[in-house]
């Protein structure tokens, strides 16, 4: 069956500096990622996307890098901010159908 | 800018009882989700539904669970006998164009926090 990043590590940063989330992908179909972030007690909020013909696309202080080769993505935060803290999950679908959500990485600022 | 709404946030319901979660999708989004997620735990899919049927749903989403949209606004999610491990956070979420159909994936609502006891 499909499963997407199965590990919950949890991933400490000091405030300003660059952050990177990873998370492995099993469905080699899947042609559609996400990032989520969420925050505690809310909905799991939309960062980033990137399509299976990209290898990378950035948004604002955030960037993603999808390996097809290795099944993996990754979620980079540039001079991470208190505010970062969060729970992020990636997710993955085929085109059309529903996304699977990872287990998640817990981000952790320390001012 | 737009969201998706749920009630109610917090709901506490006994064992056996039937509950109604209600969501507002956003207004031009012509799919819709149910996930839930267990206290510490991912998310999981439930359910997919479009143009008025359900497209896909997980082993979770038995005959005790169900959806609907009532009217144009309105998406729920019924669960008819509730059990103790129906306890979870419930999102809805809506999508414009489906997965990968739009660049901005699914909107979330901010979930109701469903504990039977």
């Known amino acids: 069956g499909e499963s997407v990043g199965l590990h919950l590590p949890t991933l400490s940063v000091q405030e300003g500096d660059n952050s990177i989330i990873n998370c492995a992908y099993s469905n080699s179909a899947s042609d559609y990622f996400i990032w989520y972030k969420q925050e505690s007690g809310k909905g799991p909020q939309f960062i980033i996307d990137i399509r299976s013909n990209m290898d990378k696309r950035q948004g604002q202080r955030v960037t993603v890098l999808l390996n097809k080769t290795v099944k993996h993505l990754s979620l980079q935060i540039a001079a991470t901010q208190p505010g970062d803290s969060a729970v992020y999950f990636c997710a993955e679908g085929e085109y059309g159908n529903k996304l699977v959500f990872g287990a998640g990485t817990i981000l952790r600022v320390k001012s | 800018e737009p969201e998706v709404t749920q009630t109610p946030s917090h709901q506490v319901t006994q064992m056996g009882q039937e509950v109604i979660l209600r969501c507002v999708p956003i207004?031009?989004?012509?799919?819709f989700y149910w996930y839930r997620q267990i206290l510490g735990q991912k998310v999981e899919f439930l359910v997919s539904?479009?143009?008025?049927?359900?497209?896909?749903k997980s082993e979770i989403f038995d005959d005790q669970f169900s959806v609907e949209r009532p009217d144009g606004s309105n998406f729920t999610l019924k669960i008819r006998s509730t059990k103790l491990e129906d306890s979870a956070m419930y999102f809805c979420?809506?999508?414009?164009?489906?997965?990968?159909?739009?660049?901005?994936?699914?909107?979330f609502g901010s979930g109701t926090r469903l504990t039977v006891v």
């Open positions: 207004s031009n989004h012509l799919y």
């Open positions: 539904f479009y143009n008025n049927e359900i497209s896909e």
């Open positions: 979420a809506s999508s414009e164009a489906g997965t990968g159909g739009s660049s901005d994936g699914y909107t």
